[in-house]
């Protein structure tokens, strides 16, 4: 009995501790210990480091990491943007007929090369002939009284009505007739500049009406791109901006220039339109092909550039790079902090931290700790 009255009391005396002391869950003790234990991990790691180091510097059998340097040099960086535009050609052209009449002939074939002038169809004309020959008699009759009365006015015979009657006939008919010549010269469809056939819309013996299609002409020696660019570079991109054209389907590149900027921003996309010539001396180039541009915003010509994987960053997102420095025993390596500037390509320009002379760690950079020994060998 007196072992169980013992035992009451302290559970009683437990449960009393548990009500009135700070109450403590499992999460708290866990959150303590995990706290502790990193703690100490720590602590562990930064001591290991230590001996590893001490270690390294009295085992002479031990081999040192092999790794590559080269030595930083100034040089020119570009960054570039990429945008898409269409081969255009001015001379590109459909030829349409001004005068009605049957087609007599058709000249030239389609893919065939014409010079500028060169007839490329005839359209009958045969009823403007005849009207031409009537004038031209007419014009005969004119020109022979106005003469005439010509000599008569200058003898003072005659009066100035009947010679302003003459002189007003031989004109008018003189502009009749230059009229009809004009016609008869548009029945005759002439390439207004050289180029090559591309199409050939009617077939000899239709039937022509002004405003119907006959030719499309095409010279592709002069050809460029349009594209729309983004008014965010509206102060960066001028006329004599750098440019690289590339073709896809060709597997082209062409470095060029921008030769015309458009001065008005279009509303609905918030771009500009830019011109880059292109030569064409193959004939490559087609209207509407796609084209791949590469336009320069940013250019230094002396500035330090390296590889972007060599590039690395602290758990605070501050850049880094490895350099080696000569030591007692050969080449240590040095974690230097950058400030990293532009990247285009595999390349990243660095506006600090680094100088020309330093040696870069190449080969090996993503294996190697601040401080360490390293061998260096050629790569």
């Not at 005849?130 to 010509?150: G, S």
């Not at 390596?333 to 760690?361: F, H």
Request: net charge neutral; hydrophobic share 35%; charged share 25%.
């Amino acid at each position: 009995m007196k072992a169980k009255h013992s035992y009451l009391i302290a559970l009683l005396t437990l449960l009393v501790a548990a009500c009135g002391g700070k109450k403590e869950t499992s999460f708290d003790k866990l959150i303590a210990q995990r706290d502790s234990l990193m703690s100490e991990q720590t602590e562990l790691n930064k001591k290991l480091e230590e001996v590893d180091d001490k270690i390294a510097k009295l085992d002479t059998t031990r081999k040192k990491l092999k790794v590559t340097a080269f030595e930083l040099q100034p040089t020119s960086f570009s960054h570039y943007f990429d945008i898409y535009g269409n081969v255009e050609a001015d001379e590109n052209i459909q030829i349409y007929a001004q005068s009605s009449g049957e087609i007599l002939s058709i000249n030239v074939k389609e893919g065939q090369e014409v010079k500028a002038g060169q007839v490329l169809m005839r359209i009958d004309s045969e009823v403007l002939q005849r009207n031409k020959e009537q004038v031209q008699t007419q014009l005969k009759l004119a020109n022979d009284v106005y003469e005439k009365q010509q000599r008569l006015w200058d003898k003072n015979i005659g009066t100035e009505v009947q010679f302003l009657e003459a002189k007003n006939n031989k004109e008018s008919l003189e502009k009749q007739l230059a009229g009809i010549n004009a016609q008869i010269d548009m029945s005759i469809i002439k390439a207004p500049f050289s180029g090559v056939i591309d199409d050939i819309f009617p077939k000899r013996g239709e039937m022509a009406s002004p405003g119907m299609p006959l030719v499309r002409l095409v010279n592709l020696n002069s050809v460029y791109i349009n594209a729309d660019v983004s008014e965010r570079y509206v102060s960066t991109v001028k006329s004599g901006t750098k440019v690289k054209v590339r073709f896809p389907e060709l597997d082209i590149e062409i470095d060029t220039t921008v030769v015309l900027t458009g001065q008005y921003i279009n509303p609905n996309n918030r771009t500009f339109t830019i011109r880059v010539n292109v030569p064409n001396k193959e004939g490559l180039l087609k209207p509407n092909l796609l084209a791949r541009l590469k336009i320069e915003d940013f250019n230094a010509d002396s500035t330090i550039v390296i590889p972007n994987g060599l590039v690395q960053q602290t758990p605070s997102g501050e850049n880094f790079v490895y350099l080696l420095k000569p030591s007692s025993e050969g080449h240590q390596t040095k974690r230097v902090l950058i400030d990293a500037g532009m990247s285009y390509g595999n390349k990243t320009m660095v506006k600090s931290g680094i100088e020309p002379g330093d040696l870069l760690l190449n080969k090996g950079a993503r294996s190697v700790k601040d401080g360490q020994e390293v061998q260096l060998v050629k790569g």
